[in-house]
């Protein structure tokens, strides 16, 4: 992934982060209502994993889980505090049928950070590895402009920037990848205010 400012921002976020999101269930009413799409014991990759925190409730309601993250140290975490899914260090752009195919890819915020320029490639790549009939979550904030945040990481201050898009942009965007929007999942409150959308789209 081309911001490297982003990896280094998770990778010294990274206890903090697991500290934090293993105490903090805020999706997982997102995580039951998309489980309920698909088979039982489905396959799905947790793209952009982070400390595996949403990969243990995944698991933990039935899901058989591959998570993948850019983050070396979050990869880390994820193996130690949730050993019974597999976890890859691996970029987005890397992804391709040797990590297996999925009935369900879950990427909770992981593509905000992406460009603007660059998502359509990344979406196309991911929905290669979804099965037939599979559901991709994106949950994405909806908006027209990118924020920018600096964050201190380590005593240095770091540029994180979160990428918008409309409710269209997104939905054309996962279009031209093949895939076709079935249903906006739920998101509590807090999520939801804040501008967040759970879009759910299939093969």
């Not at 952009?48 to 850019?70: M, Q, S, Y």
């Not at 079935?182 to 807090?190: I, Q, R, T």
Request: proline share 3%.
């Amino acid at each position: 992934m081309e911001n490297r400012e982003i990896q280094r921002f998770y990778d010294g976020m990274a206890e903090e982060t697991a500290e934090v999101w293993y105490e903090k269930d805020l999706l997982l009413c997102t995580i039951r209502e998309v489980l309920g799409m698909l088979p039982e014991r489905p396959a799905v990759l947790d793209l952009g994993c982070g400390t595996g925190h949403e990969a243990k409730r995944l698991h933990a309601l039935g899901a058989v889980v591959t998570g993948i993250d850019f983050s070396a140290r979050s990869i880390a975490i994820a193996r130690e505090k949730t050993p019974e899914c597999m976890f890859l260090e691996r970029d987005f752009f890397a992804i391709d049928e040797s990590i297996g195919t999925f009935d369900g890819i879950f990427a909770a915020g992981s593509l905000i950070h992406l460009l603007p320029s660059r998502l359509q490639e990344a979406v196309a790549r991911v929905a290669a590895v979804l099965r037939e009939g599979g559901i991709f979550l994106a949950i994405m904030q909806v908006g027209e402009e990118h924020s920018i945040h600096y964050p201190e990481v380590d005593g240095e201050r770091i540029e994180r920037v979160v990428y918008r898009h409309s409710r269209e942009d997104i939905l054309d965007c996962f279009a031209r990848a093949g895939l076709r929007y079935v249903a906006e999942a739920c998101l509590v409150p807090e999520l939801a205010k804040g501008g967040w959308r759970a879009y759910c789209f299939t093969r």
